[in-house]
Each structure stands twice: as C-alpha cells, then as structure tokens.
C-alpha cells in the first residue's frame, strides 16, 4: 500500500519542488492532492512526467485519510490549516517560518537531528528550517562531533528564489531593463537586485540584526547545539537558485583541515569539491537541480586557535525546502506512519 501525500502551497515554488522530488525518489504514494488558495483552483501543476494534477482549494479540503501534508504555503496560510490538517490525522512538515520556534514541534534536518521527529507526536506538525540554516548544519555536524564548535561567523550570499516566483520575476526585469537603458523600480526587494547586493533579508529587529540572521542563530540553537556562538550576516545576490556561505568555526580542540575534510567526506548529505586551483570550488551555478550541501575552500584561520574556514552551497529549493521536508517524511514512513 501507498501513501496520501498533500502537497499544500503546490503552485509556488517550492510545492512545484516538491512535487518533482516526490516522483524523482519514488515515494510510495497510493494518492497525491495538489492543494492552494481559491484563486488557484483549477490550474495545473505536475507529478513526475505522466501525471497532471488540478489544484484544489486548500480552505475546502478535508484532511481525513491523508497521511502526511507536506506544507508551504505562508506562515499565515500555515498557522491556520496546518494544525487544522493535523487535527484531521495527517502529519504536517511545514516548511513556513510560523512554528518552527515553537517548543512542542520539531525542528529537524534528518542528517543532523533525526530523533527529534518522534516528537511529532506532540502537535502532528514538523517544522523544516530556514533554507540558510539547513545547508549550513548540514555542513557543521561532523565538524562539531570531531571538534566541538564554539563559535560560527557566517555570511550569506542568498538566491533570489529565496524570496519566491516574485523575486525571480524582478531580478529577470531589472536585468532586462538595464540593457534596453529602462528603470524597474524595486517592488520585492527594499533596493535594485539586479547588478546589486543587498544585506537585508527579512525585517530589521531591535538589536539591528535582521530576522533571517536572528533564524540562523536560534535555529542553529534548537537543531544543532544550544551552546554554539552564531553570528550572521545575509546578503541577497543577483543570483536566481542556489544560496552560497562563507563560514567560519572556532572549535573547541585542534581540528586539522585534513581532518574536517574527511568527516565532512564521510558526513551524509555532503559533497566536498575542494582542488586549491581556478575552478576548483562549487558555485550556485552548479549546485542548482542538485540535492547535496556542497563545501569548498576549506582552510585554516590564523586567527585564533582552533579556526577553520570554508564555502558552502546548496540548492536553495531543494535541499534548504523541499527536499529537506520528502526527507523527513521518508524517515516517518520508515520508522512512525503505516499506510
């Protein structure tokens, strides 16, 4: 037997993403329903190559005999129907910012933090991380199980298609209109993305630090370990798919880059392309359609005594959303839900 599988949110971005890596791994699904707002019911949305689904009305839906909802729709959208779809039986991975800090839900990355999805129990709900703070905890367990991490600095240089199909659609604009000497003003960004850098993403808090940076730290916290220094600065970059870190670690014991490198080699999820000649790093241009966090550059820092560097990409869609949410629920069916 298979499972039902809603995929809530199906005409955005990352739902179009879901349902692509669904078929793409094969999982055992008896039924999958393409949910989303009114104003998208009836449009089409695929499921592998064969299949076309009709969106439904999300508000509408009953949930009763579904057995996972993989959600990403809004954080608004999702504190309504996602405790609603668990109310009816269906377990939520929600991939909204919504619950993620929320103490009776989980917040899971399955190569880092697995156990912590038994908790689901508690609400129905699972919470997927903040695309940034998934490549980059993908990339620091080993490194923190081999040497302890005291303290991370990292900058983000973050994809447009962080910001959704709207973020594209400006980037695409404004690069357009700079060769046929137009000015698209910026509705989705605060400033001009194309040819342009941006180091605000989210809204400014009282300390000055954004809310994307402030979910790196304390999503780090919850997943990682509660003890580990974060300080983080993220830029958005005219780039389309595929977010890009430069992180720095001060561990607790000497870790030598050949030993990073190997527990990084060994570590799941990983992809170490690191030659120390032109070319020989990986770019958000090819990581983009690939699952892998993808980590280059690494060396060591003078600077303090147990330091290490390096570069860190990843897939923005897949793995920082989609993937990371058909993950968690491939270790649900493995190991909590029967069809």
Not at 3 to 31: H, Q, W
Not at 145 to 152: S, Y
Not at 163 to 171: C, R, T, V
Request: charged letters at 25%; proline letters at 6%.
């Amino acid at each position: 037997m298979g499972y039902k599988i809603a995929v809530i949110g199906a005409t955005g971005n990352v739902g179009r993403e879901m349902l692509r890596i669904l078929d793409e791994r094969k999982f055992p699904v008896s039924d999958v329903v393409a949910l989303a707002s009114a104003r998208s019911v009836g449009r089409e949305v695929s499921f592998g190559d064969k299949k076309i689904l009709k969106v439904q009305d999300l508000a509408k839906f009953d949930f009763t005999g579904t057995h996972i909802a993989l959600s990403s729709p809004g954080a608004k959208v999702s504190a309504e129907h996602s405790p609603r779809a668990a109310a009816q039986g269906a377990v939520v991975v929600d991939n909204t910012s919504h619950f993620r800090m929320h103490d009776d839900v989980p917040l899971v990355v399955p190569e880092v933090n697995p156990e912590a999805i038994a908790q689901y129990t508690k609400t129905g709900i699972i919470a997927n991380p903040n695309c940034s703070t998934i490549q980059m905890v993908v990339a620091l367990k080993p490194l923190h199980t081999l040497g302890g991490i005291k303290r991370v600095v990292v900058s983000t240089y973050q994809s447009v298609s962080g910001a959704g199909k709207e973020g594209m659609d400006e980037l695409y604009a404004q690069t357009k209109s700079v060769f046929v000497h137009e000015t698209q003003p910026p509705h989705k960004f605060p400033k001009p993305i194309a040819f342009n850098v941006i180091p605000q993403i989210d809204v400014f808090m009282e300390d000055g630090s954004t809310k994307e940076e402030w979910k790196m730290v304390v999503e780090t916290a919850k997943i990682l370990d509660p003890k580990i220094a974060v300080s983080a600065t993220c830029v958005r970059v005219p780039v389309f798919i595929g977010h890009s870190e430069s992180v720095n670690v001060e561990f607790e014991r000497p870790v030598s880059v050949a030993e990073a490198t190997a527990a990084l080699r060994k570590a799941p999820g990983i992809q170490v392309l690191d030659e120390r000649e032109p070319g020989g790093y990986i770019t958000p241009v090819d990581c983009a359609g690939e699952d892998a966090v993808y980590v280059s550059r690494i060396r060591k820092d003078p600077t303090v005594p147990n330091g290490l560097s390096f570069w860190c990409v990843s897939d923005n869609l897949r793995k920082g959303a989609a993937l990371n949410a058909v993950q968690i629920a491939e270790v649900l069916i493995k190991d909590y839900i029967k069809a």
